[in-house]
């Protein structure tokens, strides 16, 4: 099986590339991932918990990177085994900064085994990009949190004060707050929330008793990265795969087959 694409990230090329070979961090963006571990130099292992179709199960990866050049690429062996059989595959990823993006082009195959290998060939490649798709966009998401709390933890510059002809004055502190918002994925991938970033700014007021009070604005929870749970993984797979084998004119067509066979069903059990 050959797997190839490419795809691009809302983040910098240096933020990406800390994310791609940060085990917690590949770990934690698949639903079901159980987290990875180093075991040696460039050396990893891992589990995923699979429950797409019939692939279901506790699989068992061994992951080893070479040719690393950093921070724009490296090559991947990976051997993963579980209940429903084996997968052993190759591949390599090469990254270019686009301005405050980055593109990423892949390639690899991939050999397959067991129970897994009886599902075909064509099915097999379009939950396998399906998968693939899903993988990109929840690291994506991911990325977008890791920039907005990166720049919200930037502070501003304080402000100048304000020149004024009247009577001497007195400086009174304030504060002001900025917000940086993460987007929700199509499908739902991954969910944030605003976080503030409070910069000091001073004012010159009149001295005069009732000068502006000073005010803060209230604390809100930095972003938070949530991975797509398994449920949103196996409603997407089965979506990309009915799309890929079935022609948009004919799902229909499928749909009313699928919903008479159901009452049929019903109508024997009831009888």
């Not at 990177?65 to 059989?85: F, S």
């Not at 993006?101 to 064509?122: D, E, L, P």
């Amino acid at each position: 099986m050959d797997i190839a694409g490419e795809y691009t990230f809302d983040a910098p090329q240096a933020v990406v590339w800390g994310a791609l070979l940060d085990p917690n961090v590949l770990g934690s963006i698949m639903p079901g991932g159980k987290g990875f571990e180093e075991v040696g130099e460039n050396q990893y292992k891992g589990a995923l918990e699979v429950k797409v179709g019939p692939v279901q199960g506790l699989f068992q990866a061994d992951i080893k990177l070479t040719d690393i050049q950093p921070p724009a690429h490296y090559h991947i062996e990976v051997d993963g085994k579980g209940p429903a059989g084996f997968v052993k595959g190759t591949g390599s990823l090469n990254l270019s900064a686009q301005g405050n993006q980055t593109h990423m082009v892949y390639a690899g195959t991939a050999t397959v085994g067991g129970r897994i290998a009886s599902v075909g060939q064509r099915l097999m490649d379009s939950a396998a990009r399906s998968i693939i798709r899903q993988s990109l966009e929840a690291l994506n998401e991911y990325l977008k949190v890791e920039v907005a709390n990166g720049s919200a933890a930037a502070p501003t510059a304080p402000s100048s004060p304000a020149p004024t002809e009247s009577a001497p004055s007195t400086d009174l502190p304030s504060a002001n707050a900025s917000a940086a918002n993460a987007a929700d994925s199509a499908s739902a991938l991954a969910t944030a929330a605003a976080a503030p970033v409070a910069t000091a700014a001073t004012t010159t007021t009149t001295a005069t008793p009732s000068a502006a009070p000073t005010t803060t604005s209230p604390n809100a929870a930095a972003p938070q990265y949530k991975p797509p749970s398994q449920t949103s993984l196996a409603l997407n797979v089965a979506r990309d795969v009915l799309n890929d084998l079935v022609p948009p004119k004919y799902q229909p067509l499928l749909l009313g087959a699928i919903i008479v066979i159901i009452l049929l069903l019903i109508w024997l059990v009831r009888r």
